[in-house]
């Protein structure tokens, strides 16, 4: 079973949830030896490995670095800012129980085995390192964009909605760029009015798509690419 609660904005909160389960003879220590440890591609990224420490995660969810002590964030929006969230990954009873009162030690081999596919899984949408975040909301008012990105300085991609032109607008740190797949599909629906026009555009278009997949079949880094991109368009 896999299970996250609401995100945690608690920082002490946060400790005392860590600080409870840390316990002795709590059901997530066994022997008076705590099992938690570091695990996940940001632990990786932060050289983080073996036990987790009270101490230690105390410091990442105040948004430094655990052993360096390193500011992490690029922008602490105090406490309207997420610590994380509190997730549970658990097999079923009939599992655990033949595991640890049938002594049936493989089960715990292959338990494990199975919780680090399913991290890497849930990562799979959450590259730490690579800046993807996946942030989902109910509306999609201005104010959303406001408190999703603000603070933000660099180049923003997005569709047509007009929210993300008139933010770069009003943020000369902001450069707004528009996605090929919605200019491309502009072009597309007025193909019947304008064949010819339209037919060189959308053949320029795929050599540029063929292009960005070449590139990426030989993996180019971010740099190579935009001398590649320079060359094209010049």
């Avoid at 949830?17 to 002795?24: A, G, K, S």
């Avoid at 599992?95 to 030690?105: E, F, H, N, W």
């Avoid at 569709?159 to 933010?167: L, M, Q, S």
Wanted: charge should be neutral; include cysteine.
């Amino acid at each position: 079973m896999i299970r996250f609660a609401k995100p945690c904005i608690s920082i002490a909160d946060a400790v005392e949830y860590f600080r409870e389960h840390m316990r002795m003879g709590d059901y997530l220590a066994q022997e008076g030896r705590s099992e938690m440890t570091w695990a996940g591609q940001g632990a990786a990224l932060l050289h983080l490995t073996g036990p987790c420490r009270i101490d230690d995660f105390e410091r990442l969810c105040s948004g430094r670095h655990p052993a360096t002590g390193e500011k992490l964030l690029v922008l602490d929006r105090g406490n309207k800012r997420r610590v994380g969230f509190f997730g549970q990954i658990s097999p079923p009873k009939d599992v655990s129980i033949a595991c640890l009162v049938g002594g049936d030690s493989r089960l715990a081999v292959w338990w494990t085995e199975a919780v680090r596919e399913t991290l890497q899984e849930i990562e799979a949408v959450s590259r730490p390192g690579e800046n993807v975040v996946f942030d989902w909301r109910l509306s999609r008012r201005h104010g959303e964009l406001t408190s999703l990105i603000e603070g933000y300085q660099g180049i923003l991609q997005s569709d047509g909605y007009g929210a993300y032109e008139a933010y770069a607008k009003e943020h000369p740190g902001v450069t707004w760029v528009a996605c090929w797949a919605h200019a491309r599909r502009k072009f597309f629906e007025a193909e019947g009015e304008w064949p010819k026009a339209v037919g060189l555009v959308l053949r320029i278009i795929g050599w540029l798509y063929e292009c960005e997949a070449c590139w990426e079949e030989n993996q180019l880094n971010a740099a190579q690419r935009r001398r590649h991109r320079s060359v094209c368009i010049g």
